[in-house]
């Protein structure tokens, strides 16, 4: 017999206004246990002195949370010049000083540098793996390290306020694998006086937008039983993160067999014109992820939602 998983069946995406001091597995934990789910992810991880948008799927939203991860992203974030440190945020030591500050278009002047295709070295204390390691473990033990620049694309860069002559507000939108932190420092390091972030905020995740954005203390709020309980109403369609993907709505025929992982037709002469990847439909419940190629539809996900 099979043994019955702890938690109820939830899906669909919550997308949590993450706060600031918490990991994102923190965070996540902490929504849910409020519903509690049998099974939860997050896409994206934010560190923890950054707030802002964090996209938890749940159950079946799970097969989705790439689409969200690959999406672009976009940020407000504050950097502190005069000082680089090792982490290239407020939390790391101090290990370059500089008695220069910029002058906003100064700034301005090096922006389109940064901007498109660029090659950025990620910080030394970030989650990427070293010979199955992550760094910033090696990186607390003391190892110096030097990761490999990457190429990454930078959509829009903004200088958005210049509070004092020691701070700047920047508003950026990029894609997978940018670093916020690595900007700063390498700005301070363009401009000679060194800087790194002393705030950071994730306003936008692939679809996902501060307008769905939801805090913990709203979710724990609304779950209490005097207040009816009702914390359904903050999450979203399990296909939410497929905005970007073509709909395909199939017939009862067709979703019995994609949900069996066979192939299906779309030829005919009422089938619409598609190919690449698409996600399937019958009458509005998602039913798989898949790829049409010469007039077939080729599931690659399948999905168990009632309706």
Same mark, same amino acid.
């Given at each position: 017999?099979?043994? !019955?998983?702890?938690? &109820?069946?939830?899906?669909?995406?919550? %997308?949590?206004?993450?706060? +600031?001091?918490?990991?994102?597995?923190?965070?996540?934990?902490?929504?849910?246990?409020?519903?509690?789910?049998?099974?939860?992810?997050?896409?994206?991880?934010?560190?923890?002195?950054?707030?802002?948008?964090?996209?938890?799927?749940?159950?079946?939203?799970?097969?989705? $949370?790439?689409?969200?991860?690959?999406?672009?992203?976009?940020? #407000?974030?504050?950097?502190?010049?005069?000082?680089?440190?090792?982490?290239?945020?407020?939390?790391?030591?101090? $290990?370059?000083?500089?008695?220069?500050?910029?002058?906003?278009?100064? %700034? @301005?002047?090096?922006?389109?540098?940064?901007?498109?295709?660029?090659?950025?070295?990620?910080?030394?204390?970030?989650?990427?793996? $070293?010979?199955? &390691? !992550?760094?910033?473990?090696?990186? #607390? @033990?003391?190892?110096?390290?030097?990761?490999?620049?990457?190429?990454?694309?930078?959509?829009?860069?903004?200088?958005?306020?210049?509070?004092? =002559? &020691?701070?700047?507000?920047?508003?950026?939108?990029?894609?997978?694998?940018?670093?916020?932190?690595?900007?700063?420092?390498?700005?301070?390091?363009?401009?000679?006086?060194?800087?790194? $972030?002393?705030?950071?905020?994730?306003?936008?995740? /692939?679809?996902?937008?501060?307008?769905?954005?939801?805090?913990?203390?709203?979710?724990?709020?609304?779950?209490?039983? @005097?207040?009816?309980? *009702?914390? /359904?109403?903050?999450?979203?369609?399990? @296909?939410?993160?497929?905005?970007?993907?073509?709909?395909?709505?199939?017939?009862?025929? *067709?979703?019995?067999? +994609?949900?069996?992982?066979?192939?299906?037709?779309? #030829? /005919?002469?009422?089938?619409?014109?598609? =190919?690449?990847?698409?996600?399937?439909?019958?009458?509005?419940?998602?039913?798989? +992820?898949?790829?049409?190629?010469?007039?077939?539809?080729?599931?690659?996900?399948?999905?168990?939602?009632?309706?």
């Amino acid at each position: 017999m099979a043994r !019955r998983k702890k938690g &109820n069946p939830v899906h669909g995406w919550l %997308i949590l206004d993450k706060p +600031l001091g918490a990991t994102s597995t923190q965070a996540l934990g902490a929504v849910k246990r409020i519903y509690e789910a049998q099974k939860a992810g997050h896409a994206g991880t934010l560190d923890p002195l950054a707030t802002g948008i964090l996209p938890i799927a749940f159950g079946e939203a799970t097969k989705t $949370v790439s689409f969200a991860v690959d999406g672009e992203k976009a940020y #407000r974030f504050t950097v502190r010049w005069g000082q680089e440190t090792n982490t290239d945020d407020a939390e790391g030591d101090v $290990v370059n000083r500089s008695d220069k500050r910029p002058a906003r278009a100064d %700034i @301005e002047a090096i922006l389109p540098e940064f901007t498109g295709e660029i090659s950025q070295r990620p910080p030394a204390f970030s989650a990427i793996k $070293v010979e199955g &390691n !992550r760094a910033y473990d090696l990186a #607390r @033990e003391g190892e110096i390290l030097e990761l490999e620049p990457r190429l990454v694309v930078i959509e829009e860069l903004r200088l958005v306020d210049t509070p004092d =002559s &020691n701070t700047a507000v920047f508003e950026a939108e990029c894609g997978k694998g940018t670093y916020v932190r690595a900007l700063a420092r390498d700005f301070g390091r363009r401009l000679g006086c060194y800087g790194h $972030v002393i705030k950071l905020r994730r306003t936008r995740v /692939g679809p996902f937008s501060e307008d769905d954005a939801v805090t913990l203390d709203e979710l724990r709020e609304a779950a209490a039983p @005097e207040n009816g309980g *009702d914390i /359904g109403q903050f999450l979203l369609p399990v @296909e939410s993160a497929l905005a970007d993907l073509q709909e395909l709505m199939v017939s009862q025929q *067709d979703a019995s067999n +994609l949900a069996m992982g066979r192939s299906v037709l779309v #030829r /005919g002469r009422d089938a619409p014109v598609m =190919s690449g990847p698409v996600f399937a439909t019958f009458k509005g419940r998602l039913v798989a +992820l898949g790829e049409i190629e010469k007039g077939a539809l080729h599931p690659t996900r399948v999905f168990n939602l009632a309706g």
